[in-house]
């Protein structure tokens, strides 16, 4: 036969699922996109359509949810290391399980104490019509919580969209392999940029820039260290924290000749400060704010006014290693 | 003629203007999206495609930026009322401006003492020689700025997407109407909403729900009372921080029999609250969040496990009136 | 009370259905995305949360697909027809339903014969063992059907993606409002539109054009003139079709001075021949196309090479009518 | 020092490049979005900030619309392997470009001679006044082409959205690797499909199926054996249509027990027929329709009404190989 298959996978994508914990009044809430990705013994339903080996990707998007139950979510790295366990361990044709997790944000929806006379100086007035059909809910349209009550109600979220936080872990039976990171996180410095001494060809006309502003989306994936059950794993969620704000760091601290150069100091930052974390890789737009041209209205700009563009824009890539780590990390990130 | 020409306006749309304020070394940044739209005496660029009475949509773009130099951008709404002014007094043809502004938010970078080793354990490495050439960077890499400086740099700034605010104003060169508004607030309640009593016909398959969640995005628009240059204009940052405010409080104190009832309630707090405001429309999509029905796993689903739906969703729209205001808001919200 | 209840409509949007209608062994299929809005009597679920008026959302949904099967899908319009009527003949709180269609463009699969060996050189090796289990399926693989075969199967769709068709139906129990459309009909003129003799005021710097290109992604809806039970429908599908083709027409034959200019005549051209409409409104962002400037690499662009710009762009937007026809379509477009 | 850096590469992003070309009053469209990415000895920019080896993502930029004008774009894949070769010969330090290229379609408006009466009922009523102030435009309004003419103007186009074509072009100074493929081409069988006989575990819940619909939105990149200069190019033209021919006849043609065997049976198609293609990869998420139960309604659904539903849905990759070709396509698919 002239034509043989090669690497195949296949799961349920996209598993949104929402955890709630109720701690007495006060909720705790996660709130997870889980994809899931098997590869093994499948080469059979590629070339005849034989289902033998194949759990429906029906049964991993069940699972999903029966192990938010089961086993709840402590992070989306614990979350994702039990579910790829059990995929390899239980189904005899599954040799690889690969769980990528988006974790959406939420914090809680804590108010100051009325100032402009509160909702106090509302009565309630009409609120209480709708209740009495059963009694259930004796206390309708708005809680008689003031701002004395001992025990306030903890129950409401408001998302907050900063950035999305993603993980994806990956097992084949005996040693795991773990790559965190997030994207969506924009960030800007309105000056300590520069960029200058750079090469000029025959199409080079750009003009060089000794206090520009500097901005980025940034989309990171770092790589764990960690890779076997024998070792202990990381507080995922501290480390997740940690990441975030040296990158964070790096990016305000650095007075920055290139965005690769910034780049480098993001990375190396993650990897100095944190042992548990072996290889980061950025891809990191160039949000280009042009300083918009106002001499012919017979205006000076002094780094005032800017166009924020969309396309096209320059894109930086790149890893950064412990010294000795292997780069695992692919040139492209994806999504999840 | 049989045909003739109705209402019809032009201008450029999705100015993208970032506006950076230095005050010393602390910097101050408002990032606008702003879209212009002007109608009047335009009858024969439709009929004709003469273009004496049009100034280009590519004039009405660069007034933004001219203006966001000669004023400044205090708020949305001030920046919309100095356009829309300009439109309508300096070009006789046209008799109407309206000006649409999203306004998206940025927190500073602030940043804890660094905790584990913080960047005090970069020797900064390799990042100063690429500042030789002209001496211009002399600090290259990041700046050696440590906890104890006196006057450390504020012009680090991230992007918080919790919501966008929104505005448009109008003016017909004598009155003036300002609505405002946000979109894209996510909130959720994990309990105190209930579902039930409902009207069943022959096609009602829902079960009543007495403890689900509730949860929702909220696109909300308000519109000022105030309508003349003869009268002060309100506070406009301080009526939409406690607008918004009241929404969120609302939202999370109200024990809720329907999303309209919430809806209800977020409204007439802000009406009740805030004298400035005559009128607001919400459209609240319900997000629903549905319990998984774990039981063909053996297991109990305690309101602990939902699956967050896309599509379909219910959408509920209402507005919610000072008595005596009269209706001015469209039913269809429109993004801008 | 010092607040009021104003507008107010809710119901299911975004209903997926998909109706597959079976002639033999020629299939056909209808793809639309439904959304429901009811409002009535139904004030008190806004003040107290009684349900008791309300019909769920939910039920909404479900009265979709059972029509889909008791009605079929004739047309969009249609389909919106029955499903309104049904909603305010049946619900004696419900005064009025708007039902919003998007419809989806599926064409055949319709192949050559093949000509490069065409895929009977492959001869379905390893196609068949999955279909022994129990016989169902014994034809396992491609189907066994050469050219010759007389009645061949024509039950596979590509879906086609030019435009996507919409439709707004609106009853109040008496008189009918019927709104159809288009959106993201993207076109271009390479050739044959100007843009001179404008206004130039204190920020003009656009230069005047002779030979530009026109693009623009048309967005129309069109409200029909029939309203009454009385009298006939029309025919709903081939007034979409010719509407359609005469916007295309207008836009193509059109000599432009201003989009404005093409505008009015894509919707003059429409009112004259399509008897049945009654007004027309278009919204229709200049997909600005920027002559890229070469000089600078001692090239000369003969209206070559060109910039697609994203944002910002001019936005056009007018209603054309029918002399003495009342314009009812809102002056913003909305997608559904 | 402990971190190193590792793959890195940088270009500018998403440059919107459209190329007419005129042939007489026929015109020619090319509509792409090319993304450069270059990479080589670059350590220094993330080490110290130095430029001195970086070309400016603008200038590639420029390169882009200077070479549209230089060198025309006769394919996609022409268009790169003309860019790649200039960046790495051209720029000492740049030892490897990889060139993106997304390419819209366009068709022509070819419309029907006119049925309604045609737009000759419109005597152009007001479309000439417009065009007096210079003499420029004295044609204004539509053109007066009627149905004789022997020349029309060719030169309106309409976005066709069926698909979106893709291509990737690397070059490392010596050999080149070429990847094409497509995004987004929505595909559905009514029936000829099944799923059955498939594992079951402690999660399944899901029901065998017999006649179900297949849908998918296919995404697919095909590597061609294409890597020497000392070789002859395909026609790239040619073997993307014929590809993309391969894809929807195995598609329409394959009686489906499962995606994966319709997706092996579209590789092994193109593969087995296009010598000049060694190796191709699918993702294939699998656009659930599930059949809507109507017995609450007392209806049955034979197969006639179905919910199209968004996510979950399960996601089926794969790579199909000529025997002895080296997978090379990476295991995700990115979208440019």
Chains 1, 2, 3, 4 share one sequence.
Request: charged fraction near 25%; hydrophobic fraction near 30%.
């Amino acid at each position: 036969m002239p034509t043989i298959l090669g690497q195949n996978q296949y799961g349920k994508a996209e598993n949104r699922v929402v955890r709630i914990t109720r701690n007495g009044r006060t909720h705790h809430i996660k709130d997870l996109n889980v994809s899931v990705s098997l590869s093994g013994d499948l080469a059979d339903v590629h070339y005849s359509g034989s289902n033998t080996h194949v759990l429906p990707t029906d049964s991993t998007k069940n699972t999903v949810y029966a192990f938010a139950k089961e086993h709840g979510i402590e992070s989306a790295e614990q979350f994702g290391i039990q579910l790829a366990r059990h995929f390899v361990t239980s189904q005899e044709p599954i040799h690889r399980a690969r769980i990528r997790i988006e974790e959406y944000a939420w914090e809680r929806i804590e108010l100051p104490e009325g100032t402009d006379g509160g909702i106090g100086t509302d009565e309630g007035a009409g609120t209480d019509e709708g209740a009495g059909t059963d009694g259930r809910a004796a206390a309708g349209g708005r809680a008689g919580t003031g701002g004395g009550v001992a025990d306030p109600p903890r129950h409401s979220f408001v998302r907050t969209g900063q950035e999305t936080r993603v993980s994806q872990i990956t097992f084949d039976g005996e040693s795991w392999e773990v790559v965190s990171g997030l994207t969506d996180l924009t960030v800007l410095n309105s000056t300590n940029s520069e960029f200058w001494g750079y090469t000029k060809d025959r199409y080079t006309t750009l003009r060089e820039a000794y206090d520009r502003i500097l901005a980025t989306e940034v989309s990171a994936r770092w790589r764990y260290h960690w890779s076997s059950d024998a070792e202990r794993t990381p507080d995922w969620d501290e480390s997740y924290a940690r990441a975030k704000e040296h990158i964070l760091r790096a990016f305000a601290e650095t007075y920055s000749l290139s965005l690769q150069q910034t780049l480098y100091q993001m990375g190396s930052s993650v990897i100095e400060n944190r042992g548990e974390i072996d290889e980061i890789r950025f891809s990191l737009p160039n949000k280009h704010h042009f300083l918009v041209d106002l001499e012919p209205f017979g205006l000076k700009n002094d780094n005032e006014v800017y166009f924020a563009a969309d396309r096209p824009y320059g894109l930086i890539e790149a890893t950064v290693l412990r010294d000795g780590a292997e780069p695992r990390i692919p040139a492209d990130l994806t999504r999840l």
